[in-house]
C-alpha cells in the first residue's frame, strides 16, 4: 500500500489523487500535453467537487486527455485560520506538479463554460503565473518551473497567504493579466462570454456546503448551477465509480493489512421495523474490508453478504430487497460515498439501511451531515425507503445515538387537496395554478377575512380567530392530505386545518409566512421575501402565476378595437406610485420619457400607459411632455376608462417597460413571455443627507449589500442571528425589489431601460411552477422522521 496515505478515515494523503479523463473512445486522441488541473477542495464540498468536474466533460476537447488532482485533506499542512479546507494547496502545486510544465489552479466553487484547455493552452509570455489581478489566485495558469522557487510545500506550510501572495505580485513580470471571463465571480457573468464562472459569496453558494456555519440565501446565478446538477443526475454521473473507484479506495482495497472487522451485526427496532413495514425478505450486508455477519437471525429474512472492497458493483450477491450498510460509509474514502450510496439504492428494491460513527457534533461527518448525505442519494432515485443510524464517536462527538427514518413509496395515489384562497388576487393565482399543475383533484376553500387579520401570527397561532366563518367556504373533514396556502394572513387557518386533522394534513406556503418556518413542510420564497434557505424552503425567481388567461383574452377584445389604428410596435409603460422605498419623480420619469420618445420617433409604434391609480401628477405630466406628439395611449388605474387596460396592454403591446417599483406587473410580464425592461428610480434615501452610505451600512449589520464588484459581502454573525429569529418568526425583513430585479436580470428576462451593460443572459423561460410541483409531489411520497 502507498505508505502517502493514513490508515485514518478521512485518510489524509501526502499527494493529490489523479483523476484522468482519457481521450474519448472512438476519437484520433491529440498530440497535445494533457491538461493539467489542480483542484482545491475538501469533503464537504463533495456536491460542488462532481458539478466541478460535470461541467468540464461538458465542455472537453474529446480527443484531448484532462488529469485533474483532487488536493483535498493533504497532510503537512496545518490549517488553522483558513477560511476553507483548501486555502493554501494552491501555493503547493509547482512542487506537487514536479517542478516542470504547466497546470491550471481552481477553487472548488467555480464550474467551467468553456473548454479549460483554451487557458491551459494560452501563450504565457515568459509570466510565472496568469490571474485576472496578481493577488486574485482563485483561478491561474501557472508555469511551474518559474514559481517553484517561491511556491513550494516548504513555504505553502510555513508562511501566510498574504505572504504568499505579496511576494511573487511584487516581482516585475511574474504575473500575468488574463482574461477576466476565466474568473467571472457572481454578477460579472456574461452569458456567452463568461469561461469560468464562480461563486465567491459563501452564503450564496447553491450546493449549500455548510449549513452549519451560514445561513444560506438564494443565488440568483443559481439556475446555471443546478441545471447542472440535474444534468449530472440525469446521466448518473460521479466522479468515481464501481469500476473506477478513488485512488485511496484501491489502495486500502489492496492493502496487505486489512481493515478490522466489526461486531456482528444487531438490528435495532426502528430497523426491524421499517424491513417488516416495507416487505423486505432478501436482506444484504454490506461493509469496507470484511463480510459482516448477523449477530441473530430475523424469521422471514434471509441474508446475505459482502465486502465492498473485494466487490464494488456489489454483483456477487444474489437478489437482495433490503441493503444494510454497516462499517461502510465511515469506512470508505468520502469522495466515494456518492458512488456507494447510488449502488446501495440501486441494489436495493425495499430499503436502505446504514449505520455510522458521528465524528463531530457539527459540520462534515455529523449527524445532519449523515443525513444530507443519505437524503440527497435517496432524492436520485425513487422508490426505496431509507434509515440512518448515526451512533457518536467518543473521541469526537458526544450526543446520543440519533435515528432517521423516511418512508417512501413510488405513488401517493390521489391525495385530498385543499387550496385556500383569501381575495388577493396574485396570491390567489398561485395558489390555484399550483393546485392544477400537481395533476390531482383538488378543491377550493375561500376565506373571508375579519379585522383580526391584521394581528401578527405568533399571537394568533394556530385558530379560526380572523376568519368570518359564515362568509367563507365550509371547513369540515374529511380533512384534506395537504393544504396550499399564500400569503401571511392564511397562514392561521391552515394551522387550525392541520391541528383538527391530527398533524397528518401537509402543509404548502406561498410567500413569507411570519411564523416559524418549522410549522410548514415547504415554504415557498420569492427573491424579494429575502427568506433564508432552509430544507423546507423552496426559493423561486418569480411569482409561480401571472394573470388570469381568461382575464387577459376578455380585456384582449375589449381594447383590440380601440388600439387598431395606432402604429406598430406598441410599447407597454407601467408606472407605479412608488413603493419599497422608490421615488417617482419628474426627472427620472421624464428621463425614460426621453428614452422612449427618441426609440418611438427612430422605428414608428406607439406606448400605452398604465399609471397607477397614485402615481404622483408630475411625473406623469413629465412623461407626456417627453412624447409630445407621439402616439400615446394613456390610462390611470381605477379610473372610469380603466376597463382592465393593464391586462389589455400586457396582451396586445410586443414590448414592455415597467417601472422598478411595481413588482407584480414585472414578474406578470416576464411570466408573458414579453421583452421586459426595467425603469429605474430613486431611492429615499437619495434625498437624505448621508442617507446612501446609512443604507449600505444597515444592509451590513444584516447580511445584505454588495461589494464594489457588486458581488455580495460575505455574511457575519449578525446576518446568522436575524435569519434565525425570521426563521422563528420574530424578524420580518421589508422586501426587497432589487432582489427579484437581479433575480430576472441574471436569466435574461429583464434588462435597463437605457442601460448601456450587456445582457446577463439569453432569455430563459421561468420553469419555478414546475419546479415546485415536482417537489410537492415528492413530499408527498415521503414520511420522515427522527429519533
Keep these: 500500500m502507498d505508505t502517502s496515505t493514513d490508515r485514518n478515515w478521512p485518510y489524509f494523503r501526502a499527494q493529490p489523487e489523479c483523476v484522468l479523463l482519457p481521450p474519448r473512445p472512438g476519437v484520433q486522441p491529440s498530440p497535445k500535453p494533457p491538461v493539467r488541473i489542480f483542484l482545491g477542495t475538501e469533503p464537504a464540498q463533495y456536491r460542488a467537487e462532481r458539478i466541478f468536474f460535470w461541467s ?46 504547466r497546470a491550471i489552479y481552481n477553487d472548488v466553487d467555480q464550474i467551467y463554460l ?80 463568461t469561461k469560468c464562472l464562480h461563486y465567491t459569496a459563501l452564503h450564496q453558494q447553491p450546493w449549500e456546503p455548510f449549513p452549519d456555519d451560514y445561513s444560506y440565501h438564494p443565488n440568483p446565478l443559481a439556475y446555471i448551477w443546478h441545471e447542472l446538477e440535474r444534468e449530472a443526475d440525469a446521466a448518473g454521473y460521479q466522479i468515481f465509480r464501481p469500476d473506477r473507484p478513488s485512488p485511496t479506495f484501491r489502495e486500502l482495497a489492496l492493502a496487505n493489512e486489512p481493515l478490522p472487522a466489526g461486531e456482528p ?16 425478505q432478501r436482506l444484504l450486508l454490506v461493509a469496507f474490508g470484511h463480510e459482516p455477519q448477523l449477530a441473530e437471525p430475523v424469521d422471514g429474512l434471509a441474508v446475505a453478504s459482502l465486502d ?105 395515489g390521489q391525495p385530498r387537496v385543499w387550496a385556500l384562497t383569501t381575495g388577493d388576487p396574485v396570491y390567489d393565482r398561485q395558489v390555484e395554478e399550483l393546485a392544477r399543475a400537481l395533476g390531482w383533484p383538488w378543491e377550493s376553500r375561500r376565506l373571508v377575512l375579519n379585522g383580526r387579520r391584521r394581528l401578527p401570527n405568533l399571537l394568533l397561532g394556530a385558530s379560526l380567530a380572523s376568519v368570518d366563518r359564515r362568509a367563507s367556504d365550509p371547513l369540515a373533514p374529511p380533512w384534506p392530505d395537504l393544504v396550499l396556502a399564500a400569503g401571511r394572513k392564511s397562514v392561521p387557518a391552515a394551522l387550525w386545518i392541520r391541528r383538527a386533522s391530527g398533524g397528518r394534513t401537509r402543509l404548502v406556503q406561498i410567500g413569507r409566512p411570519r411564523a416559524p418556518f418549522e410549522l410548514f413542510d415547504l415554504v415557498v420564497a420569492t427573491p424579494q421575501a429575502r427568506l433564508p434557505l432552509r430544507d423546507n424552503v423552496v426559493p423561486v425567481a418569480a411569482p409561480l402565476a401571472g394573470l388570469d388567461p381568461a382575464r387577459v383574452e376578455a380585456a384582449r377584445a375589449a381594447w383590440a378595437e380601440r388600439l387598431a389604428r395606432l402604429p406598430r410596435t406598441w410599447t407597454a409603460l407601467y408606472l407605479g406610485r412608488g413603493r419599497d422605498g422608490y421615488r417617482v419623480t419628474a426627472e427620472a420619469v421624464g428621463r425614460a420619457g426621453a428614452l422612449l420618445a427618441e426609440e418611438l420617433r427612430g422605428s414608428g409604434g406607439a406606448l400605452l400607459l398604465h399609471l397607477d391609480r397614485k402615481t404622483p401628477e408630475p411625473a406623469a405630466a413629465a412623461l407626456r411632455a417627453a412624447l409630445a406628439g407621439l402616439p400615446l395611449v394613456e390610462v390611470r388605474g381605477g379610473s372610469a376608462a380603466d376597463h382592465d387596460a393593464r391586462a389589455a396592454f400586457l396582451a396586445l403591446a410586443d414590448r414592455v417597460v415597467v417601472s422598478a417599483d411595481e413588482l407584480v406587473a414585472l414578474a ?61 418568526g420574530l424578524v420580518n425583513l421589508p422586501r426587497d425589489p432589487v432582489e427579484l430585479h437581479r433575480a430576472l436580470l441574471a436569466r435574461g428576462l429583464v434588462t435597463r431601460l437605457g442601460g448601456a451593460e450587456e445582457p446577463m443572459a439569453r432569455p430563459k423561460p421561468l420553469d419555478d ?19
Aim: aromatic share 8%; charged share 25%.
Design 308 to 412: 465492498l472492497a473485494r466487490d464494488p458493483a456489489l454483483a456477487g450477491a444474489g437478489p437482495a430487497d433490503a441493503v444494510l450498510a454497516v462499517d461502510l460509509l465511515d469506512r470508505v474514502p468520502p469522495a466515494d460515498i456518492a458512488w456507494v450510496l447510488d449502488r446501495s439504492f440501486a441494489r436495493a428494491g425495499r430499503a436502505v439501511l446504514a449505520s455510522v460513527r458521528a465524528r463531530a457534533t457539527r459540520g462534515f461527518a455529523s449527524p445532519e451531515w449523515w443525513r444530507r448525505r443519505i437524503a440527497e442519494a435517496a432524492a436520485r432515485r425513487l422508490g426505496p425507503s431509507w434509515q440512518l443510524e448515526v451512533v457518536p464517536d467518543p473521541r469526537f462527538a458526544s450526543d446520543g445515538t440519533r435515528t432517521f427514518t423516511c418512508r417512501r413509496t413510488t405513488d401517493p
Design 668 to 728: 406578470e410580464a416576464c411570466l408573458a413571455g414579453k421583452p421586459t425592461r426595467l425603469l429605474d428610480l430613486p431611492r429615499w434615501y437619495d434625498r437624505v443627507p448621508f442617507g446612501r452610505p446609512l443604507t449600505r451600512f444597515g444592509r451590513l449589520l444584516v447580511g445584505g449589500g454588495t461589494t464594489y464588484r457588486g458581488t455580495p459581502h460575505q455574511q457575519h454573525v449578525l446576518g446568522r442571528l436575524v435569519d434565525h429569529l425570521a426563521t422563528r
Design 769 to 787: 411552477l414546475a419546479r415546485v410541483a415536482e417537489r410537492v409531489r415528492r413530499l408527498m411520497s415521503e414520511q420522515p422522521s427522527a429519533a
Design 114 to 193: 468553456a473548454d479549460p484547455a483554451e487557458l491551459f493552452d494560452l501563450e504565457m509570455g515568459g509570466h510565472g503565473y496568469l490571474a485576472i489581478s496578481p493577488e486574485e489566485t482563485s483561478v491561474m495558469l501557472i508555469d511551474c518551473a518559474k514559481m517553484l522557487p517561491l511556491w513550494n510545500r516548504s513555504t505553502a506550510a510555513r508562511e501566510g497567504k498574504h505572504a504568499l501572495i505579496k511576494k511573487p505580485a511584487a516581482t516585475p513580470g511574474l504575473w500575468g493579466p488574463c482574461d477576466p471571463h476565466w474568473n467571472a465571480r457572481d454578477q460579472e457573468y456574461v452569458e456567452g462570454r
Design 56 to 101: 468540464i466533460e461538458r465542455h472537453r476537447d474529446p480527443a484531448r486527455a484532462y488529469e485533474i488532482y483532487r488536493m483535498s485533506d493533504l497532510s503537512g499542512f496545518d490549517r488553522k485560520g483558513w477560511r476553507t479546507g483548501f486555502t493554501k494547496y494552491r501555493f503547493a502545486i509547482p512542487e506537487l506538479a514536479g517542478g516542470v510544465g
Design 265 to 280: 451485526v444487531r438490528l435495532s427496532e426502528a430497523a426491524r421495523r421499517l424491513l417488516a413495514d416495507t416487505g423486505a
